[in-house]
């Protein structure tokens, strides 16, 4: 049970203006009484994970998962311009060893780290769900939220075309899966699936 303390009841939640503002200088609904932090604002990449801080993730959550995970993975903050930030993999996705979905309308602030790695960064097409379908708490952006397979094979939803034709671009395969009625709720695949066995081994990208 989270404490009524660590929240800002004077955040601007209606005003967007007020949010950006805030976003900019790393203030959100949540504060630093106590840590926090949700497990979708993390994306791991082998030895490096990528976190945002965001409305439920805090800096002090994101400093005791530092800490917990000790000096095998590497901590990485990544900041975006989003009013809103809450789940970072419908903002930044990585696909594949060497590649990464950004997100056009929320640029990353620290893109050029992974430019001089030498990973394309690949900027997906707008989505095309309908205004017409109920999005309570997510965003349309939840196209780019995907379940990659393999580096060679990804889930996607069937509707999101203009995103399906990209990664066959890349080279990957596309399994067309039907999700929106799982967006409307607040998630994509990526949000909605763990894995549980991995093959392979542990390895650095950067």
Known sequence: MLSDDLYDYEYPIQNVEE?????????????????????????RCGKDIFVQRSQVTNYFGIEWMRRHLGEE?????????????MHID?????????????????????????????????????????????????????????????????????????IQKMFESLGIECVKVGIRHANSFGGGFHCWTTDVRREGTLQSYF
Request: hydrophobic content about 40%; charged content about 25%; proline content about 12%.
């Open 73 to 85: 993975y590497r901590l990485h903050l990544l900041t975006f311009k989003d009013p809103n930030p």
């Open 19 to 43: 949010r950006h503002k805030l976003a900019f200088e790393g203030k959100f609904v949540t504060n630093e009484f106590e840590p926090t932090f949700d497990a979708a604002d993390f994306i």
């Open 90 to 162: 419908a903002t930044f996705n990585t696909i594949a060893p060497g590649i990464v979905l950004a997100n056009p309308d929320r640029p990353c602030g620290q893109i050029e780290m992974f430019k001089k790695a030498g990973w394309k960064v690949v900027h997906p097409p707008k989505p095309v769900v309908p205004d017409s379908h109920p999005l309570w708490l997510s965003s349309k952006w939840l196209s780019m939220n995907v379940l990659m397979l393999s580096p060679t094979r990804v889930v996607v939803e069937k509707d999101e075309i203009p």
